[in-house]
Every structure is written in structure tokens, then in C-alpha cells.
């Protein structure tokens, strides 16, 4: 695939290249992976992230607790991850 088709100018943007290589991973392992449960979980993560990005990019609460280049955030840069996932995975899914 080549990089202009790769470019996104925004969050929306951002959330439709996810959808497009979720919806390609998913494709793929029902041809040619064998339905693997991993690959599933990937290709439904890379949806998550998008739904997540477009959702908090400016949401200030978010931007407090992760931190930025200059401030240091309200969460340890070990725990960034797990704050992720829990954006990623709430309880209610």
C-alpha cells in the first residue's frame, strides 16, 4: 500500500484508515488465516483504537490524564497503556 493512501488530516481520518485496516484483517483471516482468534482480536482492536482516537483527541480530561510534551499527565508512563485499554475496552462492551 503506499503512503498517500496511508495520510490522514484529522481524527475522522485517522478513524477511517483504522475501520479500512480492520475491516482488511478481518477479511483476510476468514480467506487466507484460518479464522484465527488472534488475528480477530487484532483486526478489532485496530477498530477500537480508531473509535478511541476520534473520541478523545479532544477531550481535555484525557489529554490531562495521558500528559503531553511539556506537561508530565496524571498517569505514570507505565500505566499509559492499561489507560488505553480501559479507553479501548470499557466495562459496558
Known sequence: ????KLKFDNK?????????????MHYLNRVAMGEQRFAWEVADMMMRLGR???????NKDTNAQFGSGY??????KKDAALALFALMY????
Open 71 to 76: 506537561d508530565k499527565g496524571d498517569i505514570d
Open 52 to 58: 478511541v482516537f476520534e473520541d478523545h483527541y479532544d
Open 1 to 4: 500500500m503506499s503512503e498517500a
Open 12 to 24: 475522522e481520518e485517522f478513524r477511517a484508515a483504522c475501520r479500512a485496516l480492520s475491516g482488511r
Open 90 to 93: 470499557p466495562e459496558k462492551d
